[in-house]
């Protein structure tokens, strides 16, 4: 029972951020459950419960949709658009609107332990991802780009990112360390959030997390997510185009 309460749970959740307003009765309907069911999803279920809303004539919303783009996920970003707007912003003017960003939704900007330079290293290993990406002919441009991703609105839904890059099958959430050597804590860190990011994003896209590590070179392997038997991949600044072609596989086309 608690597996087809979570799958009802989610279905709810997905359709509601996939309309424009929709009601309890449409919500039953579309989906084959008991207008009981519906009901016990909307007030039961934490994603909804925090990143949905009903208007005055109970329609409900999502504050996050599940469509390209993803519109919401600016309002939980530092700084959130489209690879060619990324590629094509001067340096300055992308790190100013990060920090206008991030202060609007309540990132710590405490620079003692180098935020700034290390919001400057995601930058530049960003742009050569991008950059190699552009010479292999992938079509990236048009991919949605957010930096300091917060989700936090509320007591229940807790949703971290360095950075997320949204293509249009899969969605990968960037964990970046200044270091050279993989830690476990950091591998968990750096997985934690894939099962809430899929319920957000919708199961149109598949989920993967990465460690990013931006003081290694030539780096690209696999480490074991502590207490699983699953592994999330490992790459050093410059090899990280080989995180991104082992989910699209453009270098076999």
């Known amino acids: 029972m608690p597996g087809r309460y979570a799958d009802m749970d989610r279905a709810v959740y997905s359709l509601i951020c996939s309309r424009d307003g929709i009601t309890a009765r449409e919500i039953a309907h579309e989906l084959g459950l008991t207008r009981k069911e519906v009901n016990q999803c909307l007030y039961r279920y934490p994603f909804i419960h925090d990143l949905c809303y009903h208007d005055d004539e109970y329609r409900w919303h999502g504050l996050i949709r599940q469509a390209v783009p993803h519109e919401g996920l ?3 970003s530092g700084w959130y658009g489209y690879v060619s707007e990324f590629m094509s912003q ?4 992308w790190l100013s609107e990060l920090e206008q960003g991030c202060a609007a939704i309540g990132r710590n900007l405490n620079d003692t332990r180098g935020l700034i330079h290390s919001f400057l290293d995601c930058r530049e290993t960003m742009r050569g991802l991008f950059g190699d990406l552009r010479v292999y002919g992938v079509a990236c441009d048009g991919w949605e780009l957010a ?6 609105r509320a007591r229940w839904v807790r949703i971290y990112a360095d950075v ?3 293509t249009p099958t899969h969605a990968f959430s960037l964990e970046f360390k200044m270091k050279d050597q993989t830690e ?3 591998v968990s860190q750096a997985a934690k ?3 809430y990011l899929e319920v957000v994003l919708g199961p149109k896209v598949d989920v993967v997390a990465a460690l990013v590590l931006t003081r290694a070179r030539d780096l690209f392997c696999h480490a074991q997510i502590p207490g699983t038997t699953a592994e999330l991949p490992v790459a050093s600044a410059d090899m990280l185009f080989n995180v991104f072609d082992e989910y699209l596989g453009f270098l076999a086309e």
């Open 193 to 195: 959030y894939v099962p």
């Open 184 to 186: 476990e804590d950091e």
């Open 147 to 152: 930096f300091e991703l917060r989700i936090k």
């Open 74 to 76: 600016r309002d939980y």
């Open 164 to 166: 997320l890059v949204v």
């Open 90 to 93: 001067d340096e300055q003017i």
